[in-house]
């Protein structure tokens, strides 16, 4: 069964930090690009990072950029969002996604849509209030 889990998410005060994870099941990681991305109540789902296959190549969402780090650990099977300088603006559910990626491609070269992804985790709530 084909499975992402994310976790690490939760209430943290503005300026604060948050480390997601996002773990494979039934399935290496190594061939698929992964995006995060976030839902907060009554928007709707926006991109907010991807990575390539090899960690080679990385974008990031404008009002993230600075802030957040996208990273992955193939022989882990996951891959890691850190988040700085939380603000309460960046809360919401975040997710997971991945989908094939070739290699030397440019996927990530500009953040994919989510209709680009196939596999999706459940999400992880992020809070950011004092």
């Known amino acids: 069964q084909l499975q992402l889990v994310e976790s690490g998410g939760g209430l943290v005060q503005p300026g604060g930090s948050l480390r997601l994870s996002c773990v494979a099941s039934?399935?290496?990681?190594?061939?698929?690009?992964i995006g995060w991305f976030r839902q907060a109540p009554g928007k709707e789902r926006e991109g907010v990072s991807c990575i390539s296959r090899s960690g080679g190549s990385t974008n990031y969402a404008d009002s993230v950029k600075g802030r957040f780090t996208i990273s992955r650990d193939n022989a882990r099977n996951t891959v890691y969002l850190q988040m700085n300088s939380l603000k309460p603006e960046d809360a919401g559910v975040y997710y997971c996604?991945?989908?094939?990626?070739?290699?030397?491609?440019?996927?990530?070269?500009?953040?994919?849509?989510?209709?680009?992804?196939?596999?999706w985790g459940q999400g992880t709530q992020v809070t950011v209030s004092s």
């Open positions: 039934g399935f290496t990681l190594d061939i698929y690009a």
């Open positions: 996604a991945a989908a094939r990626d070739r290699p030397f491609s440019s996927f990530c070269r500009a953040l994919p849509r989510d209709n680009e992804y196939v596999y």
